[in-house]
């Protein structure tokens, strides 16, 4: 069965502090994919990262880093020198590929809710 | 429009009142979703539509109906609401259901059921 876990319910960092969210899934698919999505206190859910899992490469956008690691089954998210503005619910998600008569679920965590202080 | 909207933005609602809650997607997208969310739970599926004329059950389908007349409109019927289906829902689209592809998400409409 798919499932992902967020194990992390609440971090507060003071900004510029670096900060790490987890990320543990499960899955018997060989493929599949990975998301990250950011919710700030506005509501929107605003889109992160895609990871397939046939690439294993780290991915660095900006302040933001993702660290994919199949052996731990693990999508892990690490904002570098934190900011207020950070501050939101993350969600990681899993979705399996499309086998005609299923679709394009996602599985999310429960999230982790960033507290970046002044 | 941009994106994908959903009305109302909020709705307070007596228990057994019929309400449809509207999606529209300007993208072109054929998969469209809807979600809800609840603390502690994270976003589950309710139903989706991988294109226009279909639709399939998801996680918690139960005292939920939808329709996909066209590839825009994806509406999501309560037939009588009840409080536990008080939540915020979130509509999504992707331009395909092939899974590799990011969902887009609406505003949400955060629903009472009193």
């Known amino acids: 069965a798919q499932k992902v876990t967020q194990a992390q319910t609440e971090i507060s960092v003071v900004e510029k502090e670096d900060v790490t969210l987890d990320c543990v899934y499960e899955?018997?698919?060989?493929?599949?994919?990975l998301f990250w999505y950011k919710q700030p206190p506005s509501g929107e859910l605003v889109f992160l990262i895609r990871?397939?899992?046939?690439?294993?490469q780290n991915e660095i956008s900006g302040r933001y880093s993702w660290n994919f690691q199949k052996s731990t089954s693990s999508f892990n998210f690490t904002i570098t020198a934190s900011q207020v503005v950070d501050s939101a619910v993350y969600f990681c998600a899993l979705s399996e590929a499309y086998y005609g008569g299923a679709t394009n679920k996602l599985i999310f965590g429960t999230g982790t809710l960033l507290a970046v202080q002044p | 429009i941009a994106g994908i909207t959903q009305a109302p933005t909020s709705q307070i609602l007596a228990a057994g009142r019929r309400m449809t809650l509207r999606c529209t997607q300007d993208m072109r997208h054929n998969a469209m979703y809807w979600y809800r969310q609840d603390l502690g739970l994270g976003l589950r599926l309710i139903h989706y539509s991988n294109t226009a004329g279909t639709t399939g059950k998801g996680e918690v389908p139960d005292g939920y109906s939808v329709s996909r007349a066209n590839t825009d409109d994806f509406p999501l019927t309560l037939a009588s609401a009840v409080p536990s289906q008080t939540s915020v829902y979130f509509c999504?689209?992707?331009?395909?259901?092939?899974?590799?592809?990011?969902?887009?998400f609406g505003p949400g409409t955060r629903l009472t059921v009193l």
């Open positions: 999504a689209s992707s331009e395909s259901a092939s899974g590799r592809g990011e969902q887009f």
């Open positions: 990871r397939n899992s046939f690439d294993e």
């Open positions: 899955t018997r698919d060989t493929t599949y994919y």
